[in-house]
């Protein structure tokens, strides 16, 4: 019964900014680290950032390091990606992920003037 819903995706132009939501339900959320992935057409799914269990502690992929910010809200389930100074290379669909390979949908994220 885990569940990750992604929701945010949309078209935006280079150098904006979006910010992507993943509600989690069907577990306890606090217990587990989460994950935001990617992947672009013709390219394997990439890590992008995760978070601990707590929030405390974060990381990123080297192309997205200062640019993207990950963030959890406990209390509300729920994992976010905030995304700013956005390039076409940013593209692509974006999945929210919990440790111990569950995935959700996916969300899409188009980088495009």
């Known amino acids: 019964q885990v569940q990750l819903v992604e929701s945010g995706g949309g078209l935006v132009q280079p150098g904006g900014s979006l910010k992507l939501s993943c509600a989690a339900s069907g577990f306890t959320f606090s217990n587990y680290d989460m994950s935001w992935y990617r992947q672009a057409p013709g390219k394997e799914r990439e890590f992008v950032a995760g978070?601990?269990?707590?929030?405390?502690?974060?990381t990123y992929a080297y192309s997205t390091k200062g640019r993207f910010a990950i963030s959890r809200d406990n209390a509300k389930n729920t994992v976010f990606l905030q995304m700013s100074s956005l390039k076409p290379e940013d593209t692509a669909v974006y999945y929210c992920?919990?440790?111990?390979?569950?995935w959700g949908q996916g969300t899409q994220v188009t980088v495009s003037s």
């Open positions: 992920a919990r440790s111990g390979g569950s």
């Open positions: 978070i601990s269990r707590t929030g405390s502690s974060t």
